[in-house]
């Protein structure tokens, strides 16, 4: 017998990147996968006598659970003063002579408790768990030290584990100098592979690791030393790349077979060229793009016309992209990128999943996969990119267990 069924559903199952839509559609889940999926008149019996649980969606739309594969969920304070200070009038330098910029985020984040982070993040999350989202990538990089790095990757687990939700964690050590080791670059990298990275990986603490490569943080020749201690370690890789510049930062993914991509604003034609060969995903942040009011557009008809999968990520952090609205990230991928909202949600489900090496088990309906899924009061899925300011979630399910009865 089924735990669960859903009839009376309209699916999109985002099968091959594509809606693939099942108009009279049902699916079960049984210990915690999708057991049955498809037309409603093909379920082999009566769906009372079938299942458990019995979820009459009348004609709402289900989707995957929602992916948001780039966020910084777990960190101290918050820049709200400098965005403020920006907008007065006050330069860069200004903010820094402040105390502020990456280093106040970094100096919060060192003296916050786990207790303290952990609240803060927990907040956080509930807010993207509320919009459908079943899967969260968590990167660290605001410690920059052994023991902050290592507590941010403690916290993003802790929380995960406590919110009904899939956390997977990102070390990104090689996010941004630390201030004590403004003139020591050289030593900043060696402690990354030599220390931070051997530790994570002996207490199993990531996942992925990722590195920050562009003019302002580090040179490529800084970050293929870490992806390749990464990869050394067993430990697949993500990078920061080619976000304020070409640095050859998508060539250097690629290079690496990394997961993803992410950014990529001034990636060249040769870059894609290498990403589309890797296999790589393009993760484009247009919270990031729109916070800093960025001008120059991700090479987004490239990529389709090269094949290169695009996911959607809210890149939720203090300083570049408060975005905390999964759905309004697919609204601004769709008025700021010009993706269409079949590939915004696919951003957000089969392509975010892959971006985190999840592409079997997560991110379409398929018999097989884990049951994380989203139930929708819409009439169409683009709605969902349409919408400003809305939530339509009915009903989030995670790994098979519903979190609310559908009116």
């Known amino acids: 017998m089924w735990d669960a069924i859903w009839i009376n559903a309209r699916l999109a199952t985002l099968r091959g990147g594509r809606y693939a839509a099942v108009e009279r559609g049902a ?50 304070g918050d820049r709200a003063r400098e965005f403020e200070m920006r907008l007065e009038g006050a330069s860069y330098e200004d903010i820094a002579r402040a105390g502020g910029g990456i280093v106040s ?115 490529p020749e800084e970050t293929a030393r870490v992806l390749e201690k990464a990869r050394a370690l067993g430990l697949p890789v993500k990078l920061h790349a080619d976000q304020l510049s070409d640095t050859g930062g998508a060539a250097l993914a690629a290079r690496f077979a990394a997961l993803s991509a992410d950014h990529l604003e001034y990636t060249s034609e040769d870059g894609v060229l290498a990403l589309a060969a890797a296999g790589t995903v393009a993760v484009l942040l247009p919270g990031a793009f729109y916070f800093l009011r960025e001008t120059q557009l991700p090479p987004v008809a490239a990529f389709r016309r090269h094949g290169v999968p695009m996911a959607l990520a809210t890149d939720m952090n203090p300083g570049s992209s408060p975005l905390e609205s999964i759905l309004l990230a697919m609204n601004m991928a769709c008025t700021l990128f ?44 683009a709605e969902l990119a349409y919408r400003m300011g809305a939530n339509p979630l009915a009903q989030r399910v995670f790994r098979g267990q519903a979190d609310r009865s559908l009116p």
Do not use: N, Q
Request: aromatic share 4%; with cysteine.
């Open 27 to 76: 699916m079960a889940a049984k210990a915690g996968r999708i057991a049955w999926v498809g037309p409603r008149e093909e379920i082999p019996g009566d769906a009372a006598a079938l299942a458990r649980e019995v979820h009459d969606c009348a004609g709402r739309w289900i989707t995957p659970g929602l992916v948001d594969c780039h966020t910084h969920l777990v960190h101290g």
């Open 105 to 219: 985020t970094v100096s919060a984040t060192r003296e916050a408790s786990d207790t303290v982070l952990a609240a803060s993040a927990a907040k956080r999350l509930r807010r993207l768990v509320e919009e459908g989202v079943t899967t969260v990538e968590v990167k660290s990089g605001y410690g920059l030290d052994v023991a902050t790095e290592m507590k941010m990757l403690r916290v993003a687990r802790l929380v995960g584990a406590t919110a009904d939700v899939e956390v997977r964690t990102t070390f990104l050590g090689a996010h941004a100098l630390p201030p004590e080791y403004r003139d020591r670059r050289g030593e900043y990298v060696d402690l990354v592979c030599d220390a931070m990275l051997p530790a994570v990986a002996e207490a199993g603490l990531a996942d992925a690791v990722d590195a920050f490569c562009e003019r302002i943080a580090f040179s």
């Open 338 to 381: 010009r993706m269409t909202p079949e590939e915004a949600l696919a951003g957000v489900t089969v392509h975010g999943a892959r971006a985190l090496g999840l592409a079997a088990t997560h991110g379409t309906l398929e018999a097989g996969k884990v049951a994380d899924l989203a139930v929708w009061d819409v009439e169409s899925p």
